[in-house]
């Protein structure tokens, strides 16, 4: 079993910054790629940003010179610094892990239990 445990969500006013964690820990023989997603208010989940283990990245336009994603290979944690907050940032962020997992050593993802972000105006 694998688990992703996140960290770091909360209330911040619009400009304010957050850093979010993730933990991933279990059967992890390797992981290929950490992200971050978000889910806001009567919308479906979306991309935020993405890291691969040779640390190319990925990320939304809209958080694009806000938002950095940066990974400790070693500890399997991913983090999201975030800056510049918008209040149409407010979101349910989850943490993905995708690679290979379990005793059969099977490729797969596993998803966080989700961190609330609210930037109020």
């Known amino acids: 079993q694998v688990q992703l445990v996140e960290s770091g969500g909360g209330l911040v006013q619009a400009g304010g910054s957050l850093r979010l964690s993730c933990a991933a820990s279990g059967s992890i023989f390797s992981i290929d790629a950490m992200g971050w997603y978000r889910q806001r208010p009567g919308k479906q989940r979306e991309l935020v940003a993405l890291?691969?283990?040779?640390?190319?990245?990925t990320s939304a336009d809209s958080v694009k010179g806000r938002f950095t994603i940066s990974r400790d290979n070693a500890k399997n944690t991913v983090y999201l610094q975030m800056n510049s907050l918008k209040p149409e940032d407010t979101a349910v962020y989850y943490c993905?892990?995708?690679?290979?997992?379990?005793?059969?050593?099977?490729?797969?993802?596993?998803w966080g239990q989700g961190t609330q972000v609210t930037v109020s105006s």
């Open positions: 890291i691969f283990t040779g640390g190319r990245t």
């Open positions: 993905r892990a995708e690679g290979v997992f379990g005793p059969r050593s099977s490729r797969g993802d596993y």
